[in-house]
């Protein structure tokens, strides 16, 4: 199954630091997800990065991945979405998209949300939830979705997609908070490494 990663916003809220190259586990949290999503699948890892030379490059130095440079990321989430799923292999029967700030996912949460999925059934979305049921990420969108990232505009991030496909979402619950809790501020970093004793 072919994976993309997000990882082309500009971290606004870190007030000059840039979120996905925190280091989580020794390394940046931006190749820490890469590998990750490169030892769950044997499919394309595509990650949408900014334009190039951005430091994000370095942090991926080494691995197995195809970079897609969004230039137009100032727009918005969609504008990563639309190139990422043009980009996807035409014979791809499903796809699965993370968003790269989500530390507390781990490579055995994707797996579960990968096993549930059913091409044979009416499903046409599986995504992963709260232990509480909301609905966060991965997410894995059916391939006769992918046509309709083309026309996305703005920063919804596919929400539109998601509510169109409304009876055909199938919720996979995941451990705590690991589907949604995203670290966008200084302050998000300092309580969630508090929480795991680190510094």
Known sequence: MPVILLAAGQSSRMRGRDK??????GMPLL??????LRSVTTGPVIVALPAPTHPR??????????????????EGMNA??????AALPADAPC??????DLPDLTAADLCQVAAAVD?????QIWRGATALGKAG???????????????LVGD????????????????????????????????????WRAERGAT
């Open 137 to 151: 990420h991965p997410i894995v969108f059916k391939a006769d979705l992918f046509a309709l990232f083309a026309d």
């Open 119 to 123: 091409l044979t059934t009416s499903a």
């Open 20 to 25: 996905l190259l925190e280091k989580v586990d």
């Open 80 to 85: 990563s979405l639309r190139r990422a799923f």
């Open 57 to 74: 490059y370095e942090a991926l130095t080494g691995l197995d991945f195809a970079a897609l440079p969004v230039p137009d990321a100032a």
């Open 95 to 100: 796809a699965m998209l993370l968003l790269a």
């Open 31 to 36: 190749r820490r997800q890469a590998m990750m």
């Open 156 to 191: 919804g991030g596919g929400r539109e997609i998601v509510q169109a496909a409304q009876g055909n979402v199938v919720l996979v619950p995941l451990p705590d908070s690991h589907a949604r809790r995203d670290l966008d501020t200084l302050e998000d970093w300092a309580a």
